[in-house]
Structure formats: C-alpha cells, structure tokens
T-cell receptor
Framework: DAKTTQPPSMDCAEGRAANLPCNHS???????VYWYRQIHSQGPQYIIH???NNETNEMASLIITEDRKSSTLILPHATLRDTAVYYC????????????FGAGTTVTVRA | NAGVMQNPRHLVRRRGQEARLRCSPM?????VYWYRQLPEEGLKFMVY????????ESGMPKERFSAEFPKEGPSILRIQQVVRGDSAAYFC????????????????FGAGTRLSVL
C-alpha cells in the first residue's frame, strides 16, 4: 500500500552526486516526505524529511517540487558506503505514525 | 547516546517453540513500533505501542503474535508456536511521539532481530 513510486535501481560513480527521484502524486497537503536507507539488511537509517521547502542536512539534500507531487534526494558526493536501498516514504493518510515502505531504489555506488 | 537496542540479533527456533524479541527505545523515547521484513520484501508495519498501551496493532497477524511495552523494561514482541513462515527480520523503531497529522514523526530503527525457524 505504498503511495510512492521510485525507480527500482540506479548506479552512481563514487564522488559524484546521486539524484534519487520519487513520485508521491497523492500526497496530502500536510504530509511530510521522509527518506530512509537500508544498508545490506541493517536497520533502516533516517536520512531527511521535508514538508514544502527544500531541506539540507549533513547527509543529504531534499528538493520538493512546488506542487509537492515529487521530490529528489541528493547525495552530494556519493561514497561506496552509500550503497543501499533508499526509501521515499509518506505516511498512511490519517495515521501519522504508520510508515509505509515500498520497494525503494537500490543504489549502487561504483568506484 | 545509545540508539535503539534490539536483542537478540539472531534467534533460531524450531517449529512450535516461542520467540521473544526485545527492544529498548532510545533515551527519552516513549513510542515504539515493530516492523517485519520477510526475505526479499519491504518492511511492513506490525504494531505501535506507547507505555502500557497498544495504539495500533493492525499489522499483527491475528494469531500467535503479541506485543507489549510495560511501564518498566523493554518492549517485547512475542511469537508463539513459530512456523517457518515467521522467519524474517524484525525491526523495532522508537520516537518521541508527536500527535496528529501535522506532527513530524521521525522513527529511529534498531539493528533488528533475525529470526530463523527450523
């Protein structure tokens, strides 16, 4: 019941920026977009979240379109340790606590 | 700051035995969530608990599974009479809460317990 669409996989060269797209065309006006990643079956790691404005932290940047129907996670300088499955998540409508994980994007960073 | 602690990391059980998975939330967090990840699948929400209360257990199988988060001690996910289909990674997450649709709710995950049923 995921409400997001992501490409199944992408490759990225080490040291280059990785741009991960996500479509969430049914997102409600007050719903946050969250990004998590899961490295080789470890526990999911929180990356960043946003509502309307672009966000940046020490790990990544999040660009949200003006209509909020899509977003892009940017890893500015990908390293081999960034190889993981990246999940773009919106909450189940009306249930702020229920994170709905889809299949995510498998990102492979190559040397 | 210690993160979310789960134990054991690996658990092997024979069919029909009981499995108990433990989760200690991050310091200051009073909300706990359990998710299950079957092999080659995504994470699925199971249950949301606050201290001494089950808020939403809609993702829990109707039989054999139960969860608690007592006033003192860790949260426990209990699986009775395990079957091979219960083999999966079970992840616990915690948060500070945040009520309502407008609230952000950042959940921090533990490393998981990998249950193998022989």
């Amino acid at each position: 019941d995921a409400k997001t669409t992501q490409p199944p996989s992408m490759d990225c060269a080490e040291g280059r920026a990785a741009n991960l797209p996500c479509n969430h065309s049914t997102i409600s006006g007050n719903e946050y977009v969250y990004w998590y990643r899961q490295i080789h079956s470890q526990g999911p790691q929180y990356i960043i979240h946003g509502l309307k404005n672009n966000e940046t932290n020490e790990m990544a940047s999040l660009i949200i379109t003006e209509d909020r129907k899509s977003s892009t996670l940017i890893l500015p300088h990908a390293t081999l340790r960034d190889t993981a499955v990246y999940y773009c998540i919106v909450r189940v409508k009306g249930l702020y606590y229920k994170l709905s994980f889809g299949a995510g994007t498998t990102v492979t960073v190559r040397a | 700051n210690a993160g979310v602690m789960q134990n054991p990391r690996h658990l092997v059980r024979r069919r029909g035995q009981e499995a108990r998975l433990r989760c200690s939330p991050m310091k200051g967090h009073s909300h706990v969530y359990w998710y299950r990840q079957l092999p080659e699948e995504g994470l699925k929400f199971m249950v949301y608990l606050q201290k001494e209360n089950i808020i939403d257990e809609s993702g829990m199988p109707k039989e054999r599974f139960s969860a608690e988060f007592p006033k003192e001690g860790p949260s426990i996910l209990r699986i009775q009479q395990v079957v091979r289909g219960d083999s999966a990674a079970y992840f616990c997450a915690s948060s500070t809460g945040g009520e309502g649709v407008l609230a952000k709710n950042i959940q921090y995950f533990g490393a998981g317990t990998r249950l193998s049923v022989l």
